[in-house]
């Protein structure tokens, strides 16, 4: 890749980093040193109200055969969630006053609903920056919980003893984690990929992975003090999973920068493992990035026009296209947080990248924890159409 030896620092800030229809997510902390079941107390006393009304519209959304296994979810809790999860969730349901089966039901659908943006990228001298766009389903039975998404989403600090253990963005009523970082270890976040309904064997699935749920492990990774970087890419990998996602992770060394394209059980593809990864010094590839929608990173778009298309595809497509013609035009040696996001023409800043679904954004670096900012998004709907260069050779970035 020509690299320079990284520098001890960066250089960059985040300092009065501001984003377009972006404003600064909320922060609390999560004492790990107190007991399991109050952990949540505080969030669920702010948010009692918010969590309830997104319960409700949980509920548009599940078909009916899923939601009546509540009570069954909520009656053998250990046997889907291990410790400390099941604790923590029954404390929260306790504060809410909402039964527990109908709150871990609502912590596995967001396990469906991360239409996202994820990049990877490295600058000249080996320093690593991981953002990304956290996005909503666009079918208007989400609209509802967008809005009150955006009003009770917050970023947390997992500590014990003073200390930040590791850090991540939820929204109240979910307490795993679909956006994480280990302090000078490595970052992670999760991509949805559609591949065929979360909820067929369910219960089966849960029994016999327990914890398995998308956001559950992204907890146990962080929380992990033997893990780094290798360890988080090995094990997510291969563990079991509720759904199929794309895992991105990034770590402090150049060349510590994966994505996972995961099915339940097991990689998505035999070739590589179905990991793409930022090449190594030494390598011959001069890849300085990687960036992920909801779409498998070795296939190439389909015509984008409104004919005989999918349109989560599609939309799909469009982010993908659109975040990579912004990372080629800043270029590696112009890599910096605020030019990922800053103007409306940046990665995670341009249209339909950044678009009237995206709940939050992050930018977030593991070697240099102070630098992480999330910001809440709030773009209003436009009628005007995105438009997406469409170059012959597609996109380079895609192929593995």
Not at 221 to 230: F, R
Request: charged content about 20%; some cysteine.
């Amino acid at each position: 890749m020509g690299n320079k030896p990284p520098s001890q620092t960066s250089g960059w800030t985040t300092i009065g980093l501001e984003a377009p229809y972006g404003r600064a997510a909320p922060k609390y902390v999560i004492n790990l040193e107190d007991a399991p079941k109050d952990r949540w107390n505080e969030i669920g006393t702010v948010y009692k109200t918010q969590i309830q009304q997104m319960l409700d519209e949980t509920k548009k959304t599940l078909p009916e055969a899923v939601f009546a296994l509540a009570d069954t979810f909520g009656n053998e809790l250990t046997s889907f969630l291990p410790p400390p999860y099941a604790e923590e969730l029954r404390g929260l349901a306790e504060v809410t006053e909402i039964p527990v089966g109908e709150l871990f039901l609502m912590n596995l659908s967001y396990d469906i609903t991360a239409y996202c943006t994820s990049t990877v990228a490295q600058s000249c001298d080996g320093h690593l920056l991981h953002g990304r766009n956290f996005d909503m389903p666009s079918d208007p039975q989400y609209l509802a919980t967008l809005e009150i998404s955006r009003n009770a989403t917050f970023f947390l600090d997992f500590q014990s003893g003073g200390k930040t253990v590791y850090s991540g963005v939820t929204t109240a009523g979910v307490i795993g984690l679909f956006t994480g970082q280990k302090p000078n270890s490595f970052t992670i976040t999760i991509d949805e990929r559609r591949t065929g309904s979360i909820w067929t064997n369910i219960v089966q699935l849960l029994r016999e992975h327990p914890g398995s749920a998308l956001g559950f492990l992204v907890r146990d990774a962080l929380a992990d003090p033997d893990l780094n970087y290798q360890g988080v890419l090995n094990r997510m990998t291969y563990i079991p999973m509720i759904a199929a996602c794309y895992v991105i992770i990034a770590g402090t060394k150049p060349g510590d920068g994966a994505i996972i394209t995961r099915g339940r059980l097991g990689p998505a593809r035999p070739f590589n493992d179905g990991v793409w990864k930022l090449p190594r010094d030494g390598d011959s590839d001069d890849t300085w990035y990687l960036l992920v929608c909801n779409n498998d990173p070795w296939t190439r778009p389909p015509n984008l026009e409104p004919e005989g298309n999918e349109d989560l595809t599609k939309d799909s497509y469009k982010r993908q296209l659109t975040g990579n013609e912004a990372m080629k035009a800043m270029g590696q040696e112009n890599l910096s947080p605020q030019n990922l996001i800053k103007t409306d023409s940046d990665a995670l800043s341009k249209s339909p990248v950044l678009n009237p679904h995206t709940l939050y954004s992050i930018i977030m670096t593991a070697a240099e924890p102070n630098l992480i900012k999330s910001w809440i998004r709030d773009k209003p709907a436009t009628q005007e159409s995105d438009t997406v260069t469409q170059e012959s050779d597609t996109v380079t970035q895609e192929s593995t």
